[in-house]
């Protein structure tokens, strides 16, 4: 038996043990990531955006401390992901916290600051209260300083602190040129395009006239949507623009049609691009694709005297989900195209091809013109081609230059938002996928891993009737099926037992 001075001094060598865990945890903290896209884990744009910095940034976070349990976590989260930036900074990043609702000095220096309270039920003594909360920070560097005026939970949370911070850091944004005056939209109809791309680019828009080249400053150039003739000297200099080794991001379809209008399809008038983009390795269909993975549209129904909506899906606006293994395409999972055509690379091999995009293996092509029947029932015979691209990149020797740079896209306004009351909101993953082409385009800015971090749009695959039954059935008779295995095995165990009990092998 242990004497009472051998109890006390193992209890302290454990508590002094402990003690000494705790300390070093503190500064070795570390966090297990078990998620799928590793959204607890450092990405390597924001390692490399803390290795650069040239100088300190203070992160004020404004949080109000008693934040119910549904709120709790994204405070607990913001304060690991600080700490972990702290850790990769080199000193360069330092924190604190600041609970507004302790005073009205500190209430109003957040609002002064431009961050608002967010008004949040909360139980309390089975009464229901509100209370005003704040969730936001401000990053200072210097004299300048960059809003978050409400974090927001999940993935985007490391998104937008260090895209906050690259702000913060880059002193001269490099230029990409938009350009304009051959029918595509204005920056003002690019608003989600151009709000992702201002983070780390100044957009210029650039209309190319007889006298004017294309600066070689340009890091990219762009040209979305054309739909008026391009004169032979544009042409030109995209051409001269390319052969200096230049990068050029292309997002057009010879396709034309309104449903709003008319339900008719038909080839665009030639504008010249089609023939510029086969002298670059590029062949843009005279068909329109199909597939049985597609968005709906809203179909108007009169039955009886009541006029009714419904969705109906519409395979002319294909859902595309199939991706390269590329810097341009990585972490995208749905794109919506419509009107697309297929695109057929015919480049040399002294250029590196790569196919982006690419419908699903039930898919399809329609000659035009084409009518369009809104009610028409597809079939599966209907979908006879697979994996037709959609969007294809080039590098490497494109005409005459050596390390030049060509994407291009066969949907026109796929990232296009419209003007004034006429817009209207894109998908997420269309607009992460033009700027992951212009990060690539513009030699990366590293922030391809970051944009798509935890984004998910996932739709559902299409099965035949049979798979869909079989699946049905599996899930309401396996289980059932795996209780009666489970059982029948202990049954067994039991009678083997009950038989050794018996013959006294105990």
Known sequence: MMKTGQIISRVTIILAIIIVINLISRKLYFRLDFTEDHRYTLSKATENTLDELEDVITITAYFTEDLPPQMLSVRTDFEDLLTEYEQNSGGNLVYEFINPNESEEFEGEAQQKGIRPVMINVTESDQVQQLRAYLGAV?????NSEVLPIIQPGASMEYDLTTAIKKLAITDKPKIALIQGNGEPSITGLTQLNSQLSILYEVDPLNITDSISIPPYY???????????????????????LNSNGSIFIAYSNISGDLNQQAYFQIANDIGIKSWLNSKGIRMGDQVIIDATSASVSVQQQQGPFRFTTQIQFPYFPIIGEFADHPASKGIESLVLQLACPITVTADTTVKATVLAQSSEKS??????????????????????????????????????????LAVVSNGDFVTNGEGQRAQQVNQDNINFAANIIDWLSDDTGLVDLRTKGITNRPLVQLEDSERALIKYLNVF?????????????????????????????
């Open 139 to 143: 990053l200072q560097m210097g004299e």
């Open 364 to 405: 399809g092509v329609e000659g035009l013109p084409a009518y369009v029947d809104i009610n028409r029932q597809w079939t599966l015979d209907s979908f006879s081609d697979k994996e037709l691209a959609v969007a294809v990149a080039l590098e490497g020797g494109i005409g005459n230059a050596t390390d030049a740079r």
């Open 219 to 241: 890091k990219a150039v762009i040209m979305i949507d054309p739909s008026d003739t391009i004169p032979i000297s544009t042409f030109r200099k995209l051409d001269d623009y």
């Open 478 to 506: 396996l289980p059932i099926l795996l209780i009666l295995v489970y059982a029948f095995i202990r049954k067994q165990r039991y009678l083997r037992k009950k038989q050794n009990w018996l013959q006294g092998n105990y």
